[in-house]
């Protein structure tokens, strides 16, 4: 026990003699958490959206007064051809040219059917869509108020039968997107800091050859790894305290369910990934090859973890492979107990995979850790 | 000079070469990050699970739920019987949507002729839950057209005709391929750079390289010139795989674009030496790079989130990227068939980036070793 204590002073006093990791450890992912929360929006607005009006009637001029009412839309300008405004698309000026051909009104009202052309820059397919679809529901109450105006006009018959279809949104009614990526970009920075830390640290001291009088010492393997894991799992804890006051400060995030959760999961998760990065640490001969490993792992990690895009939409084997994925558990765990207060045994099944995988990757880094070269 | 230079370059080339795992991570990288976009990072949904609430249990609504699970999108995975199940389902992460029949649907629907049907969705995920929405009005819409049949005089009605232009399919492919070959160089050059001059320093064998015969500069470019090409490779990798599997074009001057990859990459290697010169060991290297390149690469550039719909401050910021003029550049020339008065403007840019930070480096490494 004595000799545990001792290498874990050993390890916070190395850690806090190095002036430059310091803020590494601890500004700089809160900054991150700060930026990427703000930054990390799917959110489609500002719009740039040039009009083409070749109609120039009330009608037309009505449609144009709804757009501009539309906070989602930036109205950049009125070409005067269809192909001036092509012309703004391609030049990547507006992202979506709306054309009001000649004689809308005239064959609204006469043959029932009046025509309005959308031209959309594609290139990235969702903000495309979205965009146009906010549009499509404006041109739609536009329709709805001219056929409106023409009841008023002439008394139909019976109306067809109809179903309403309200919608709420639980747990995030406005839809404010910092609430759904603050937590899980917070359980991500804290994964990746600690697993790159323990990654670069046994491989550290053997390349600066501090580790041969480590292993000239009595201690004993468990210990070893124990004296490194214990540090750093503090170091993820402290980050994580900071961060979630940080999300509360400036987001006003909710917390619907136990912190108590939050931190033993944390707790159980960083233990798990302490022993991923002790293994590559050990398995590694150069800081560089920790590194990339970490590196590679940690790209697939947060890419298939659900924190950018759902998991429910990945193909089933894909969504397989997020099963050994500590991040995956983590920004789930975050938002269902933050967001949603899910109890313990709603989130019992994460739990239970991320003890399995801590017993695993810790087995994995006490066996190959070689203490005698 | 130049022989020795050569030969320099070889003898990193080797190094690098000659250990077989930063060899796979160098190549395996793009590889994989483009299979993951490809095939696992898409914000659309399928199979989306639904709790169906029906407290009318008639005809109609059995109807109208075979209607709702029958296009394979919503998949129907309970039923309950209040909203407080409904809720419990929605906390232990099994559906993303209830939808909520009431009682006397049957009725209410060929009775008063109007009929309510409930939609809840579990927001925190907002896109998603808006999607999700839609998409189940437009399919309860369809149904009530069904229902109604063709009776009823035409409406008056306004359509859309709608154009997606360089991408019709809507395919994400046409977005990632370009945002990865960014990221990959920008990984590539300068953290890979930065580590490999930070290495020098921390071990002290920096030292023994300056007081060689070898002029600092060759040193510096010849530490760079390997990962230079390695990266370069990548980004030809990154291109073919995704004309091959996901059929992203290059519709513009493949020359013109291959040059614009060359300057975009001096760029990184650029940044990766200026961020060497100034961490004094791999750890604070790797930070510094991790935190201020690739974290800004893939938020800011406009690649994952769209830059119009981030604060100004961050709109401000997202201009010092170099990734994201070459993302413009990239999707101006292999999706627009655009030529170079189209990207003069980025390629200044990045240009004037360029120098700047080789100004930058050549200062700090002139004041660190002299």
Request: glycine share 4%.
């Amino acid at each position: 026990m004595q000799r545990l204590l001792y290498i874990i002073q050993k390890e916070f006093i190395q850690i806090f003699r190095n002036k430059a990791m310091l803020p590494m450890m601890t500004v700089v992912p809160i900054v991150q958490l700060i930026i990427l929360s703000y930054a990390a929006s799917n959110e489609v607005k500002d719009v740039r959206l040039a009009i083409v009006n070749e109609d120039h009637t009330a009608s037309a001029r009505l449609l144009i007064q709804k757009i501009e009412a539309a906070d989602r839309f930036i109205l950049v300008d009125f070409p005067a051809s269809v192909a001036q405004g092509d012309e703004m698309l391609q030049t990547g000026e507006v992202d979506i040219v709306l054309t009001i051909p000649s004689q809308f009104e005239e064959h609204f009202y006469r043959d029932k059917k009046g025509n309005i052309q959308l031209l959309v820059n594609a290139i990235n397919g969702q903000q495309a869509s979205v965009g146009a679809a906010y549009l499509n529901i404006i041109i739609q109450s536009f329709n709805q108020e001219l056929r409106s105006d023409l009841k008023m006009v002439s008394k139909g018959g019976l109306s067809p039968a109809l179903i309403n279809t309200p919608s709420s949104n639980w747990y995030n009614p406005d839809l404010n997107f910092k609430y759904f990526m603050a937590p899980g970009i917070l359980g991500e920075l804290v994964t990746i800091l600690v697993m790159l830390l323990t990654a670069m640290n046994v491989v550290r001291e053997r390349e600066i050859g501090t580790i041969e009088q480590i292993n000239v010492t009595p201690i004993k393997k468990w210990q070893f790894i124990l004296g490194k894991l214990i540090p750093f799992l503090g170091i993820g804890l402290v980050l994580m305290t900071v961060g979630l006051t940080a999300a509360k400060l400036l987001f006003d995030i909710p917390m619907q369910g136990s912190l108590w959760i939050i931190f033993a999961y944390c707790v159980v998760n960083l233990s798990a990934v302490l022993g991923l990065g002790l293994f590559i640490s050990n398995l590694s001969d150069t800081q560089q090859q920790a590194l990339f490993t970490t590196f590679f792992f940690v790209i697939i990690f947060i890419l298939m973890s659900g924190l950018f895009t759902p998991i429910e939409s990945m193909p089933k084997w894909a969504q397989y492979l997020t099963i050994p994925n500590p991040i995956a558990h983590f920004v789930s765990v975050m938002r269902s107990v933050l967001l949603k207060g899910s109890n313990f045994w709603d989130v019992i099944y994460h739990f239970r995979v991320t003890v399995v995988l801590a017993v695993l990757f810790n087995t994995l880094a006490v066996l190959s850790y070689r203490k005698v070269e | 000079m130049i022989k020795i230079f050569i030969a320099f370059v070889r003898k990193e080339l080797y190094h690098i070469l000659r250990d077989p795992r930063t060899l796979a991570i160098l190549f395996g990288m793009p590889v994989a990050l483009v299979l993951i976009f490809g095939y696992t990072v898409t914000n659309e949904f399928k199979d989306a699970s639904v709790a169906i609430l029906n407290e009318a249990n008639d005809e109609l609504s059995y109807q109208l739920i075979e209607h709702l699970t029958a296009s394979g999108n919503l998949k129907l995975v309970t039923t309950v019987n209040t909203t407080a199940e409904l809720e419990q389902a929605f906390r232990a992460n099994e559906v993303k949507m209830g939808i909520v029949i009431p009682a006397g649907f049957e009725d209410d629907f060929f009775g008063q002729r109007k009929a309510d049907v409930q939609l809840i969705a579990d927001a925190t995920e907002p896109n998603y839950a808006t999607t999700l929405t839609s998409y189940a009005q437009q399919m309860i819409a369809t149904f009530q057209q069904n229902k109604n049949g063709s009776s009823g005089a035409r409406p008056y009605l306004v359509s859309t005709e709608t154009r997606m232009f360089y991408n019709p399919q809507l395919e994400g492919a046409y977005n990632f391929v370009p945002g990865t070959v960014a990221l990959i160089l920008m990984l590539i050059c300068a953290m890979m750079t930065s580590l490999t001059i930070a290495k020098e320093k921390e071990t002290g064998t920096m030292d023994l390289l300056l007081v060689s015969p070898l002029p600092p500069i060759i040193i510096i470019l010849g530490k760079v010139t390997p990962y230079a090409v390695l990266s370069f490779i990548d980004a030809i990798i990154i291109l073919f795989l995704g004309y091959y599997l996901f059929d992203v074009p290059v519709r513009g001057s493949l020359v013109l674009l291959l040059a614009l990859v060359l300057l975009y990459l001096l760029v990184a290697l650029a940044l990766g030496v200026l961020i060497s010169t100034k961490a004094p060991t791999q750890q604070v290297a790797m930070m510094t790079s991790m935190f201020t390149l690739l974290m800004p690469t893939m938020l800011l550039s406009g690649f994952l989130f769209p830059i119009a719909s981030m604060p100004h401050l961050l709109q401000y910021i997202s201009r010092i990227i170099p990734a994201k003029y070459f993302i413009q550049i990239e999707q101006a020339i292999m999706l627009k068939a655009a030529g170079w008065d189209a990207v003069a403007f980025p390629t200044l840019i990045l240009f004037i980036m360029l120098i700047v930070l080789l100004t930058g480096a050549w200062r700090n490494f002139q004041v660190v070793y002299k």
